[in-house]
């Protein structure tokens, strides 16, 4: 089945920053790929998503990125603010079939 | 339009003990998954329902077991209970129709399930 690794498991950075966090799957048959904002005590929730048939998407301070050659995929947050302060997930799937397997999570930490 | 929807928010059983929790779709969607999410494992995937009918599983013992109903709700149960049962369930609900943007998953807030 998919396998799904997630780097790093922590990050902090200083507010006004940029964070990377990033994704390796195993299954070339992955072709949906979205990321999740946990908050404390929270829902996760998504904040962006990917279909392999693009290879960036932009929605404000947050992008990702899609290397489905090299099966890697990156959430890219700008100008970071202490509410961004979350952890993030990767997940990926196969389009029309509801199994998201996620990665461990990401644990970022925007200082003011 | 009204949020995925889970009851009970918090449970406390023992072991051997049985549980039921129940998640109510976005109103449209007919596909529910369910997710067991704890600090050691993350978010595992558990099952899903679709129009009624289990669609996949994940790799859990069948003591975990769900259905799905004509409304699209859905619960799990889990039977003779063990400690590391205790988790945050999560089920999330989505169109499921494999159509471009149907397959977005919206998260609802979860079970607490504590097994002592």
């Known amino acids: 089945g998919e396998n799904v690794e997630q780097h790093p498991s922590t990050l902090s950075v200083q507010e006004g920053d940029s964070a990377v966090i990033k994704c390796t799957y195993s299954?070339?048959?992955?072709?949906?790929f979205p990321w999740y904002k946990q908050e404390l005590g929270k829902r996760p929730q998504l904040i962006i998503d990917?279909?392999?048939?693009?290879g960036e998407k932009k929605d404000q301070r947050i992008a990702v990125t899609l290397n489905k050659t090299a099966k890697h995929f990156s959430l890219h947050i700008t100008e970071t603010q202490p509410e961004d302060s979350a952890v993030y997930f990767c997940?990926?799937?196969?389009?029309?079939?509801?199994?998201?397997?996620f990665g461990k999570g990401t644990m970022l930490l925007v200082s003011p | 339009k009204a949020g995925v929807t889970q009851t009970p928010r918090y449970l406390i059983k023992t072991r051997g003990q049985q549980v039921t929790l129940s998640c109510s779709p976005i109103?449209?969607?007919?596909?529910v998954s369910w997710y067991q999410q704890t600090p050691g494992q993350g978010l595992q995937f558990l099952f899903e329902?679709?129009?009624?009918?289990?669609?996949n599983k994940g790799n859990f013992p069948g003591r975990f077991s769900g259905r799905q109903f004509s409304n699209s709700r859905s619960e799990m149960n889990v039977s003779t209970l063990e400690l590391g049962d205790s988790a945050l369930y999560l089920c999330?609900?989505?169109f499921g129709q494999g159509a471009p943007n149907t397959d977005t998953q919206y998260f609802g807030p979860g079970t607490r399930l504590t097994v002592l």
């Open positions: 997940a990926a799937s196969i389009r029309g079939y509801s199994t998201l397997t």
């Open positions: 299954d070339s048959a992955s072709n949906y």
């Open positions: 990917i279909r392999s048939n693009v």
């Open positions: 329902y679709f129009s009624e009918t289990q669609r």
């Open positions: 109103s449209g969607h007919r596909s």
């Open positions: 999330a609900s989505s």
